[in-house]
């Protein structure tokens, strides 16, 4: 975030509709440089830079995706089922961008009749 201004500006970061990561916030160069260290994707979001002088105040909004290889929210498991009984297989992946959730039977494609 680098503003050019006399007197020099005093310079500060928000998260708009959040908090900066705490502890994981650090700053650079006369607080012109916003680090976050350890990125999750609830860091994902719009990030502003506020210059503030006597004589007035700038911004800039600056948006930061964090992207994520698929991980469980729910993992899939085993399943014990005696002939003629009903089973449920529920499977909970997130990511991002979101992933595509698949269904194999012995190694072989299931039609879905429920959207992913």
Same mark, same amino acid.
């Given at each position: ?12 970061? $928000? ?9 994981? /916030?650090?700053?650079? %160069?006369?607080? =012109?440089?916003? =680090? ?5 994707? #609830?860091? +994902?979001?719009?990030? =502003?830079? @506020? #210059?503030? %002088?006597?004589?007035? +105040?700038?911004?800039?909004? $600056?948006?930061? /995706?964090? =992207?994520? #290889?698929?991980?469980?929210? /729910? ?6 089922? +005696? ?26 494609? @299931? #039609?879905?009749? $429920?959207? %992913?």
């Amino acid at each position: 975030c680098f503003c050019f201004s006399r007197p020099t500006p005093v310079i500060r970061w $928000i998260k708009e509709g959040g908090e900066l990561p705490a502890n994981r /916030t650090f700053y650079d %160069n006369f607080k =012109k440089t916003l =680090k976050i260290i350890d990125v999750s994707e #609830a860091d +994902s979001g719009n990030y =502003k830079c @506020i #210059a503030r %002088n006597v004589l007035g +105040s700038a911004h800039h909004v $600056i948006s930061v /995706t964090v =992207k994520a #290889a698929p991980y469980w929210i /729910t993992a899939p498991r085993n399943l014990v089922l +005696s002939p003629g009984e009903d089973g449920t297989l529920i499977c909970r992946a997130n990511g991002n961008p979101k992933p595509t959730i698949s269904w194999l039977a012995n190694g072989v494609p @299931i #039609a879905s009749k $429920i959207p %992913n």
